[in-house]
């Protein structure tokens, strides 16, 4: 009955251990720039419409970085493309028959706190290009151009937490 006493305080200290670390606060490193689409509101048709545009940039994006060296590379394609990356965003708005404006723009923009598979990325103003469809009061979508972590995205509505399953706890649970 002791060792499993023992057994018991250990893994509950592990386990606690792991939320803990968990639901700490992570920022992106300073050297990273964000790609940001908000939404105009979060009706179906603007939904839809803020992947769309997302899809485009993130193609686009990926071309010009691709071979991309550093940050300061980074920054004067993104720079000196701005145009490119406007005129993509008019046009796919435009095939869609989209009626509402846009803004596209390139600089520090502000990112709200965001929780996302257990990790807290931390508010606050980031480099990003940060394109605002209509109002811009719907949810939003982001991710980082450089370094390129876009296979993670980042969708408000996406708030599962990561749920971690030892077979010492399942065994915990069962038993006590």
Known sequence: MKNIMVLTALTFLFLGGIYRVQSENLK??????RLRVVANSNSNIDQQMKFKVTESLQDKIYELLKNTKGIEEAREILKDNLALLDNDVKQVLSKE?????????????????????????????YESVLVTLGEGKGKNWWCCLFPPLCLMEVDENDTDEVEYKFFIQEWIEKYF
């Open 97 to 125: 028959k989209y009626p509402l404006s846009y803004e596209l723009k390139y600089g520090f923009n502000y990112f709200p706190e965001k929780k996302y598979k257990g990790v807290v990325y931390e508010e606050g103003e």
């Open 28 to 33: 992106i490193p300073e050297e990273a720039i």
